[in-house]
């Protein structure tokens, strides 16, 4: 017996291990301001360790897409959950900076994959009119992760169960998450419980080379497409690593807060991030709907989202922190609205068979573009202030806006075959 609606069970299941991943990944930032000085993990080391971290997960942006492409998504999500988790709870066993960069390599190394493969498993499951809504939904999962981090790690478990134990608990996540992906998802074409209505609202998306080999990645490096997306993630992805990695240290060295006042306050841009999300999918989605062509819902989204994220110049000279985490929390439903739409762009322009390798060459763009970025953040912190690095990550943003619509041209599905040429 089919299941309806089986697609949006699908993106719920890529909601919540995304969701995990970032409480994962979160509990880094947050914990650090507990144990960083009793490890002797100064500002600078801790710099370090997120610059390890990005190493790992740019190096596995492409080498988790070309998996994905190859080998699908239930094996693809089972080998990058297990790696994170093994590592996640490894970080509870630390004893300084060696170890501690050792277990954040590997946590990046594994999680890295979650976001290559999560545009690949939206591509094969929805129509284009809904991949919007679909990447929005398994975005916000991302900020739901930054909202519940902080009060699950900083507000109860650290106080409760100490650092050390709260590594252990939040890493075991996922692998209660894994149980249920294997049982329930199997690709489009092989699924027992997809229904006929179903199937035939998806497949019409897809083109005739959906279920073909990947094309070779030299070949979508001669595209204008894919570097118009390599771009755009270039520039843009390190603003929000930026709050990801720093927000806490910001909040305790520039506005003074313990680490109980972070997880009880840290959490609110994360919110706005995830009603970002949804919106942006939201707003393109009705756009399509409202009879615009995927290439206008695309720009004005990606647009009205890249005037937002400046906001992050104003947070800075906030007198209050209720004041600055109101300016950071524009800048990050600004980044999740664009961030919901640029992840979509390699399944509006390429066949599900090319989805996951563009999108990990994107993500491997971002990565390189983010340990660049926060390798500097330290010492541009120490010599200049945080209001400096704040100033210099919102003014990227629509500069990359205009980039992405000039080289990347007019967005629209392209066929992949022996006579693809640069155009």
Not at 175 to 202: G, K, N, S
Not at 216 to 242: E, N
Not at 327 to 352: E, H, K, R, Y
Not at 367 to 373: K, P, Y
């Amino acid at each position: 017996m089919g299941i309806r609606g089986l697609r949006w069970y699908i993106v719920g299941l890529i909601f919540a291990i995304t969701c995990i991943n970032y409480i994962d990944r979160s509990s880094i930032g947050l914990l650090v301001t507990d144990f960083g000085g009793r490890l002797g993990i100064t500002r600078e080391l801790y710099g370090n360790v997120g610059t390890v971290l990005l190493c790992a997960y740019t190096i596995s942006q492409a080498l988790s897409g070309r998996l994905y492409d190859r080998f699908g998504a239930r094996i693809g999500f089972s080998v990058s959950v297990i790696i994170w988790c093994v590592a996640a709870m490894a970080h509870g066993l630390i004893r300084g900076y060696m170890s501690f960069a050792v277990c954040s390599f590997f946590l990046g190394l594994g999680e890295a994959g979650n976001w290559p493969g999560a545009a690949k498993v939206i591509a094969e499951w929805f129509p284009q009119h809904e991949r919007a809504t679909g990447m929005a939904v398994f975005n916000a999962g991302a900020s739901m992760g930054g909202v519940l981090a902080p009060l699950l790690v900083a507000r109860w478990l650290d106080p409760a169960i100490g650092w050390r134990n709260t590594f252990f608990l939040v890493g075991c996540l996922g692998f209660f998450w894994l149980a249920a992906w294997l049982i329930i998802y199997r690709p489009v074409d092989r699924h027992p419980r997809l229904t006929t209505e179903e199937r035939e609202l998806i497949e019409p998306g897809h083109t005739s080379s959906t279920y073909l080999p990947a094309p070779p990645t030299s070949q979508l490096l001669r595209l204008r497409q894919t570097w118009g997306i390599l771009i755009a993630r270039f520039l843009v992805d390190p603003v929000w690593w930026l709050y990801v990695l720093w927000l806490p240290t910001y909040l305790k060295d520039a506005r003074h807060l313990d680490i109980k006042a972070i997880g009880a306050s840290a959490w609110v841009p994360y919110l706005a991030a995830a009603v970002g999300a949804l919106f942006g999918g939201w707003l393109a989605g009705h756009l399509i709907r409202a009879r615009f062509s995927v290439n206008g819902a695309r720009v004005i989204t990606i647009s009205l989202a890249a005037c937002m994220m400046p906001f992050g110049v104003f947070a800075g000279h906030a007198a209050t922190t209720a004041g600055a985490l109101t300016c950071i929390a524009v800048v990050l439903f600004g980044f999740q609205m664009w961030i919901s739409n640029v992840q979509t762009l390699p399944s509006d322009f390429f066949p599900t068979n090319a989805v996951g390798t563009v999108a990990g060459l994107g993500g491997m763009a971002a990565g390189i573009a983010s340990i660049i970025f926060i390798h500097y953040t330290a010492p541009m912190v120490e010599r200049f202030g945080y209001n400096f690095v704040l100033t210099v990550a919102s003014a990227v943003p629509p500069v990359a806006a205009i980039l992405l619509f000039l080289v990347a041209g007019r967005i629209q599905q392209l066929e992949l075959d022996s006579s693809t040429r640069p155009e």
